[in-house]
């Protein structure tokens, strides 16, 4: 579904600041799976994502998806099969519009409020995939969505990402900023709709405990380079502090 073939990030390159981000990075990503993402600050995991956006171009390597090369593809192109949700809830949601305005752009490929109206099919669709997160959002599709708590606001870009299915979903510490029981929640329901709708989906976590709950498989980062790659069975057998051995910290 997904393969990253010998990435090589370098920022700086010639300089006393260079840094190689990705130091020839390999990976298959195969339809449907749920991959969860370790790794210290600087160790390569948001850049990774960054090159399967298209957002950090790469040295050398190839990204396919779906069978498609991708590597020069520009982001705004991947963008509309390529669905991420990032740390700050205020990143994937427009604070001046309501619930409603905001689902109805993601529903529409964020085409102009003024291209479309909202009608009573698509007020249906939100109702009820709002009503999945049991926070009675269905019944606030009038709010600005910057009234909303960050745990809430952050349901409401969950559900954006999805409702139009993007072929690969990535995760990108997307419940770092909220309470323990927000983000306790939010997870819980990134869960839910990543199964039910047989996504492929990377998600970067600093959590060890999270990273073994959540997924078929776990990667970790260090140095640029994926040093380890855990399947669920093995994933299943270890227990947070067993992570601390091939976790930099």
Wanted: aromatic share 6%; charged share 25%; hydrophobic share 40%.
């Amino acid at each position: 579904m997904l393969k990253l073939e010998h990435i090589n990030v370098i920022y700086n390159e010639g300089t006393k600041l260079e840094k190689r981000a990705l130091d020839d990075v390999s990976v298959h990503i195969r339809p449907g799976e749920f991959v969860t993402i370790l790794g210290s600050n600087g160790a390569g995991k948001s850049t990774f994502f960054n090159v399967i956006t298209g957002q950090a171009p790469t040295q050398s390597g190839n990204v396919i998806l779906d069978g498609k090369d991708i590597t020069h593809e520009k982001e705004h192109i991947r963008s509309k099969t390529i669905g991420r949700l990032f740390q700050n809830p205020a990143q994937g949601t427009a604070a001046g519009l309501t619930v409603e305005e905001n689902l109805a752009l993601s529903a529409h490929n964020n085409a102009s409020l003024f291209s479309f109206a909202v009608k009573k099919k698509d007020i249906a669709l939100f109702q009820k995939k709002l009503k999945v997160l049991n926070m009675g959002l269905e019944e606030r599709l009038k709010t600005p969505i910057g009234l909303l708590s960050g745990g809430q606001r952050q349901a409401v870009a969950l559900i954006m990402a999805v409702l139009n299915p993007p072929k690969l979903l990535l995760l990108d510490e997307h419940t770092a900023a909220l309470d323990p029981k927000s983000a306790k929640t939010i997870l819980e329901i990134t869960d839910q709709l990543v199964r039910s709708e047989q996504m492929t989906a990377l998600m970067i976590t600093h959590n060890m405990s999270d990273a073994l709950k959540y997924g078929d498989r776990l990667l970790i980062f260090n140095d640029g380079k994926i040093t380890k790659d855990f399947s669920k069975e093995e994933k299943e057998k270890l227990k947070p502090a067993d992570l601390l051995e091939f976790y930099e910290v």
